[in-house]
Every structure is written in structure tokens, then in C-alpha cells.
């Protein structure tokens, strides 16, 4: 993999969070994608919100696959841990590192050849295991690096550079991650940075599956006429179900009153927030409805963005398994082999 070291040198006044970091520390070398690819865009988002959650590089992991979307961690978190792994086996070799190590926020990074192809038997064990990470596929519908065959995330009837048609359906990532069991599952275009952050924010603070589906046109071999996929079709076609914003913890401020109802709530820093409560227009905690609408938006050749669904009390695989406290990797020898004493007691009550 190339990569062009970034230089050192910035601005002496930027902006620092409460550890110490600019935004710069964040960053990772120059990218070498084309220059326009929405890849960079989600880095960039990325960077973001990594940022502004205040969130401490050592203790992130970030795993790929293969594919121009699998290169794109080199180019944000540069003080991270890394892995690039083998094509479409991304989320295997996360969920080990995840078993051992429980304490890393864990980043998962693909695109749609990486996980709808070759990878998709992989991300679907992922989602319904409920793997503490935050998935991102970099979906730009075309395989980029091999020169712009259909990947399989490219919808029935689209075009390709050339002209040629797709006669195959389109699979579409984010109902199978609803249908897996996935606790969190949003989709947005790497074009919108307003949205995008944000939803990276809360997939991160996520315990459990937390997958986003991003839309991120391929500006050599799928940002054309005939493309769904593209800059111009995606703006186009975008429907956002919210907008969001996230806070980190503080203790919570709880109000009690009907619809139609208008209160004054004092806010964390002395203002006070005049609330009138509206009924809602969408319902992020109903998963089958979620899919409902997925699917109706999708009929209609419309691209549904922003969070699409969330299980606020969602368990992660540790919990299934009932796993220790203490990270896997930081057991010793005694915890691991309690001694014949313990093990003739394990047998006894087996007898």
C-alpha cells in the first residue's frame, strides 16, 4: 500500500480538546485515492468526530479489508492500532481482537465489494452476534480498483461508464444489517457532512453492531448519467428520515408532559430549552418498521439517509457469552489454570 507521510507543520492556534489534540493529531498520511472520491470525505468525517467525541487514538482499533475503501484507514487516526486484513474477512479478525481485548473502540472500515461479495457471509455473522464495533461500508457500487465492473450492491437497471446495464438486484446492506439483528443502523452520502458525522458519533458511543451504509460516488467509474450512485443522482433522490445531533454523558434531564403540550426545561448550561411536543414522523426504535419504510423509500427509487434504527438498551457479544470483566489479554497464567483443586470440584458436581 502507498502512502505519502504527512507533514508535521500547523497552524500554533488551533483548536484543542481537553486531551490535548487538535484535530491534526487525528489525521493520518496523504491520501492516494483520485482526488473528488467520496471516500475521503467519510475519512474526513471520521477525523471529525473521533475529535469531537475526545476520544483517546491509542485506545481505537481500526480494521479493513481489500478495495479502495480498505486503503482509506492509512489516511485518518494515524496513531491508532491497524490491521488490514485479507479480502472479506474484516469482521472475523475484528471480532478476535474484540474478544481479547474488550477495552478498544473498535472501527470497522469496507466497502461493497469487500462486504456484499466475497465478505458477505462475514458481515452477516458480524451484525447478528452483536460485535461491540462501528461498521462503515464505503459504498460506491462498482469495483474501482479492477476498472468499473457492477459490484453487488449495484442497483437492477443502473449503467456503467460504458453503458451497460445491470441486470442483477441490487443487495441492499442496510436491510440485511436490520433483518441480522444489528442495534444501530443508519446510512448516509459521503457528501453530507452534517449528517454523517454525527451518526458516526453516536456508532461509536453504541454498545453492540452498530453499521452505517455510505453512499460514496466512485468518480472515475460510477459518476455518470445512468449511475444511482452517483453525486448528482444521490442529491437528487435523498430523503433524510432526521436530523441528529449527539452529546456525550451528563446526568439526564427527564420531563413528563402530552402531546400538544408545551413545557420549559432548564438545560445543562443555565439555558432554558422551551419544548412543544409534536407527534413524531418517524420511530427509530421500531426495527420492522424501520424496514417497512426502507423498503416503500426504496420502491419509490428514493435513497433513505440519517438513523434509521436503534436499540437503546442493546447487549454486545461479551454479554452473551457471559465473558470476564477484565480484558482476555490481561489474564494470567493463574487466572487461566486454577489448579487440580478447583478442577476436582468443577468434576464433582459434574458426577
Known sequence: ???????????????KNSLGYTRRDYEGSVSTLCAGCGHDSISAAIIQAVYELELPPHRIAKLSGIGCSSKTPDYFLGNSHGFNTVHGRMP??????????????????????????????????????????????????VYGLTKGQFSATSDKGSKSKKGVVNHDAGIDLVSMALQLGATYVGRSFSGDKAQLVPLIKAGLMHRGAAFIDCISPCVQFNNHQGSTKSYDYVREHNEAVNRLDV????????????????????????????????????????????????QAKQAQGEVVTGLLYIDPDAE??????????????????ADLVPGSAALAKINAALR
Do not use: C
Open 316 to 333: 454486545d457479544l461479551h454479554a452473551a457469552l457471559d465473558t470476564v470483566d477484565r480484558p482476555l489479554n490481561e489474564l494470567t497464567t
Open 1 to 15: 500500500m502507498t502512502y505519502i507521510t504527512k507533514p508535521q507543520l500547523h497552524h500554533p492556534a488551533l483548536a
Open 247 to 294: 452529546m456525550t454523558p451528563r446526568a439526564p434531564i427527564n420531563v413528563d408532559y402530552q402531546p400538544g403540550q408545551t413545557v420549559q426545561v432548564a438545560q445543562h448550561d443555565g439555558s432554558v430549552l422551551s419544548l412543544h411536543k409534536l407527534d413524531e414522523l418517524y420511530d427509530a426504535s421500531n426495527r420492522a418498521a424501520a424496514l417497512g419504510f426502507l
Open 92 to 141: 472475523s479478525v475484528l471480532t478476535g481482537a474484540n474478544m481479547a481485548n474488550k477495552d478498544l473502540i473498535y472501527l470497522g472500515v469496507s466497502g461493497d465489494g469487500d462486504s456484499a461479495s466475497i465478505g458477505l457471509g462475514q458481515f452477516a455473522h458480524a451484525m447478528r452476534r452483536g460485535v461491540n464495533m462501528l461498521y462503515i461500508v464505503e459504498n460506491n457500487g
